[in-house]
């Protein structure tokens, strides 16, 4: 039997139970052969859904690669503590606004403001206590894959909405968030007459009680400036020197990105010798970034032995 329906099914039922591997369940109705007897249960009753039954992943079958899929689903076939830190950005959704550029067409954050057509997959506009459910459940499955010394760095942006700051507290209310890094972009895009342009991101240290940065890593202070990435066809991509300045601190081998988008998560943790695994929803997406991965380090390859 699969390890989550074990669990939930231990949790359930007050007896053992084992799945009859050789009766078909029908729907959501499975077979289970309790104390002796065929019974029949349906999964809807123990609250189990198709994600939970899905058969946890293989080693080999998740490091260094890009699985496409939803973020909360994929995370779900992931061994418990199988990654040391997550770095994460997920989509903002910035088109549910009160009326700033990404709304009415003035431009967004970025140069090209490529984000007002949305992401290849995803529209990133759903109603703002769905967004925060979303977000609550993808955090606790990063709490979830990530080691008992390790921690999440998940990237987000403070927008006031309605006169009132949206400060994503309804987001990481009850997680260990230990500390809240401000990321400053050399210069912003987002002109308007209205206000002054805004220039910062904040990066949710999220960290469980046995993290701790490597040595020297504290230096760097909580207020970290780096250009936005210009060059990259991804709508919302990170500056890559964001993401080494991150890993870099951290004596992670493993670095999960459940928004992986263009790869510049994978870009920075395969530099720094370390493992990634990253999931993306669109296949666009995932395919340009195992072409970006690839040409990044064929690059660098030339460079180091004087092709280039
Ligand atoms: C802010 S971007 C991440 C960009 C990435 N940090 C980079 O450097 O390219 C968010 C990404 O989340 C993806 N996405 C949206 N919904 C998703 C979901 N349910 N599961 C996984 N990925 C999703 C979008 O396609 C987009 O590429």
């Not at 050789?22 to 729907?27: E, H, L, R, S, T």
């Not at 709304?103 to 506009?125: I, T």
């Not at 912003?188 to 009680?209: C, D, H, R, S, W």
């Not at 669109?282 to 970006?292: G, I, Q």
Request: glycine letters at 8%.
């Amino acid at each position: 039997m699969d390890d989550p329906l074990r669990r939930k099914l231990d949790f359930k039922l007050p007896y053992p139970a084992k799945v009859a591997s050789d009766v078909k369940g029908q729907g959501n109705i499975n077979w289970f052969l309790l104390q002796g007897a065929l019974i029949a249960i349906r999964l809807d009753d123990l609250k189990i859904d198709a994600d939970e039954m899905a058969p946890i992943l293989s080693k080999n079958e998740f490091i260094n690669k890009i699985l496409v899929g939803d973020a909360v689903s994929t995370m779900k076939k992931l061994p418990q503590g199988c990654v040391d830190i997550v770095v994460t950005s997920p989509p903002y959704n910035l088109k549910n606004s009160t009326g700033n550029g990404m709304k009415d067409g003035r431009g967004g954050k970025w140069s090209n403001a490529a984000l007002m057509d949305g992401y290849a997959n995803y529209n990133d506009n759903m109603p703002h206590d769905d967004y925060v459910a979303w977000q609550r459940k993808c955090l606790t499955e990063m709490m979830r894959v990530v080691s008992d010394d390790g921690a999440i760095f998940y990237n987000h942006k403070w927008r006031v909405q309605a006169g009132l700051l949206q400060d994503r507290s309804d987001i990481v209310e009850g997680f260990p968030v230990r500390q809240i890094i401000i990321w400053r972009r050399k210069g912003g895009f987002n002109f308007n007459p209205g206000y002054f342009v805004p220039t910062y991101e904040v990066i949710y240290l999220i960290a469980k009680k046995g993290f701790k940065l490597a040595k020297g890593g504290n230096s760097h202070g909580d207020i970290w400036e780096f250009t936005q990435e210009q060059k990259n066809p991804h709508p919302a991509p990170f500056p890559v020197a964001l993401i080494d300045r991150i890993i870099t601190s951290t004596n992670a081998k493993t670095v999960l990105d459940p928004f992986m988008g263009s790869g510049t998560t994978a870009i920075s943790a395969k530099s720094h010798n370390r493992d990634y695994v990253g999931i993306e929803l669109s296949e666009k997406y995932v395919v340009h970034a195992e072409e970006r991965i690839k040409n990044y380090f064929d690059e660098a390859d030339e460079i180091s032995t004087g092709q280039k």
